[in-house]
């Protein structure tokens, strides 16, 4: 998919909401377990439910990796289903792969050929040839962690060389590796008051916001700091659509949370969308 | 796998060698790809061939990844192999996995529950709640990104405050979060003349050392700056010994490639051991 198919869905749908498949066999409703493929249904249930709501869907591959083999067919038959029926929708590998260059060829090769993702997360910390082989496939991006959501960000993501920190450097580097056609950075909610500096270093570039809700960030910060004049954002929620409810009637709970949010959303874009 | 065994199966061998299943189809004998499973049957000969020689294996999962469940089925075979024929060695997922908390947890159960590895190796840019996760498990090991040993490594890993560079401060931090007996640290050959510093940080530290072969680094200098006096070196070595020869004598000659750098290694134990 392109910047300006992305950002066409946006203003269709009102939304910017990304949904993370982070599905767990212990979670899901108990009816399903009984079926062939209890993965596979929950994601297509929760999918078909909350579609109209949503512009992404992002699975988190190790959740998928977790259950073996079967896991994994359960993830390929999502993202075929995924590109049969909602051939809009922008589907992330949420991977963080990331090696030398002949290896990144490879995981490349796997999300983008494969698997017919749009974009995989990626990890900046093995630097450009690391992150190069993602970005030879036209029409597919790189989504590189800058600032992540969790405790741990603070470990390195924060060191700080001539007054740059490491996040900041990551950024500033990788704008010359691709464009804002095929590369979007991670940028956690609960850092939300460092969006304002960030969108002084990557103006154009997608964001994609993992950290809303269950994690404690607020959709209204991460807007007001971080909207531009194409949105610029994707905010993903898992936990709270996905396990919103775990009786059978848990699809049309997510979808009442996933339209929640994309109501939140209309009335966000159009306050900050300049 | 624990340290002693570890140590005890280098001293058994007078090897330090990993051979990296880095498995292309591409690449392989052609007189294999006639057979149901090309991949798992290269890295059987190749095992079989090269195991009095070598002390780990490292399939790099970017390879099995490429070619789909195909390629991860190989994968549990092989790993499966290993595990019931060749109990002894040890076994490296080469995944640079890392994720939040809950997610690097899933990871972990998918090398260490499903796939039995004995290690995986992480990426460290999200900081201790990426890397805890893997330490949860006894007598498994994480292998930690610290200095690589591609061209990419000096976009970030150098980034230097107070006048410690990123990678020395992988090496500090993450020593309060796991042992010598849980942690190894991954660092590239191609800069072995950094090993006298990174040693004076990690003195007991086991370190896997990729880039001697095909990317230029020397076992020589490998040894004389990071050898221990328990070895505390792993060095892998992939495309010089598994694709040495591609005709139908290729696993012996994978086997003469890795004997020649165990008997260069028996010497460097014995000149560096102390």
Redesign the interface.
């Known amino acids: 998919m392109n910047f300006d198919k992305l950002f066409e869905n946006i203003k269709e749908k009102q939304s910017f909401l990304c949904v993370g498949l ?1 599905t ?1 066999i212990e979670k899901i409703p108990v009816h399903l377990k009984q079926l062939a493929d209890p993965i596979f249904e929950f994601n297509k249930q929760i999918i078909d439910a909350t579609v109209n709501y949503t512009i992404a869907y992002k699975p ?1 591959l ?2 998928y ?5 079967a896991g ?2 359960s993830l ?1 038959k999502t993202v075929q289903y995924l590109n049969k029926n909602y051939p809009n929708v922008f589907l992330i590998a ?1 991977a ?9 060829k ?2 490349a ?2 999300f983008f ?3 017919l993702f749009d974009s995989v997360t990626v ?9 190069s082989p993602f970005l030879e496939y036209k029409n597919k991006w790189v989504i590189l ?1 800058a600032l ?10 924060f ?3 001539n007054n740059v920190k ?1 996040f900041e ?2 950024l500033k ?1 990788s704008l010359k590796w691709g464009t804002k056609e095929n590369m979007m950075y991670v940028v956690g909610a609960t850092k939300a008051e460092l969006l304002k500096d960030i969108r002084k270093i990557v103006p154009n570039h997608f964001l994609l916001v993992p950290g809303v809700g269950a994690q404690g960030g607020s959709l209204n910060e991460v807007s007001k700091y971080g909207m531009n004049k194409t949105c610029g954002l994707i905010v993903n929620s898992s936990r709270n659509i996905i396990y919103a409810d775990n009786s059978i009637n848990f699809a049309n709970i997510a979808a009442e949370k996933a339209k929640e949010i994309q109501i939140e959303m209309k009335h966000l874009l159009n306050k900050y969308l300049k």
């Open positions: 982070d767990d988190n190790a959740f990796e977790s259950m073996g083999i994994l067919l390929e949420d963080k792969r990331g090696d030398i260059g002949n290896t990144s490879m995981y090769k796997a050929e494969n698997m990890a900046p910390y093995m630097g450009k040839d690391s992150v962690l992540t959501s969790n405790e741990g960000a603070y470990d390195f993501q060191t700080q060389e490491l450097n990551v580097k």
